[in-house]
Structure formats: C-alpha cells, structure tokens
Nanobody, 124 residues
Framework: QAQLVESGGGLVQAGGSLRLSCAAS????????MGWFRQPPGKEREFVAA????????YYADSVKGRFTISRDNAKNTVYLQMSSLKPEDTAVYYC?????????????????WGQGTQVTVSS
C-alpha cells in the first residue's frame, strides 16, 4: 500500500530554517508531480509548492516564493521542502501529496495521495 511520510517539522524562531522531507513507500512516484500544501491553524489547507516529475520545473505560492525551495530525489522516492527566512505566518501543518489527477497544480483535488502532515511552528 502506497504511503507518504513527512518529517522534519518542529519549532523554530522567526528567520530560521527547516527542511521537510516526504518519503514514499509501497510504490514509486517518480513519474508523478509532487506538491506541498499547508494548513494554518483555523484556516483552509493551501498550496505551497509543486514540482514536476523530473523536478526541473517548480511552482510556488506567492507567499513563499524566494524563501522556500521544493526538490526531489527520485532515486530515494523522496521530495523535500527547504524553508528559509521563516515567519510566524508560516506556522501550519505541512502535507506532501502526489499529483496523479488532472487540474491545476495549486488545486488539492488533483492530488490523490497524501501524507499525514508534519507540524511547523515559527515563534516570533
């Protein structure tokens, strides 16, 4: 059974950095686009970043552009989210997902596999 497991979340001060990892098991997703979403406390889940299957095309929400970097290592079946210059408003549960359906990459309905999420808390 396919499974995505996120790790790397935690508590960090504003201005700090974290790297999230998302490891896939049970099947390979190397031919699928991957994405990161987040759900801030009391808010809807929102798009953060996405990468195509090769990882050479990446897309970002305006709120994280220039601070976050998505990358992937298909040999390890893992996708990463490097987060820098973190702000308190980046506090959220972060989810990785596999884009196995059509539609806009920013729309979570296009993602059929999801991890359980990892908490990121940025203190001011």
């Amino acid at each position: 059974q396919a499974q995505l497991v996120e790790s790397g979340g935690g508590l960090v001060q504003a201005g700090g950095s974290l790297r999230l990892s998302c490891a896939a098991s049970g099947r390979t997703f190397s031919t699928y686009g991957m994405g990161w979403f987040r759900q801030p406390p009391g808010k809807e889940r929102e798009f953060v970043a996405a990468a195509n299957w090769r990882g050479d095309m990446t897309y970002y929400a305006d709120s994280v552009k220039g601070r976050f970097t998505i990358s992937r290592d298909n040999a390890k079946n893992t996708v990463y989210l490097q987060m820098s210059s973190l702000k308190p408003e980046d506090t959220a549960v972060y989810y990785c997902a596999v884009k196995d359906r059509g539609g806009e990459r920013t729309n979570q309905n296009g993602y059929g596999y999801w991890g359980q999420g990892t908490q990121v808390t940025v203190s001011s």
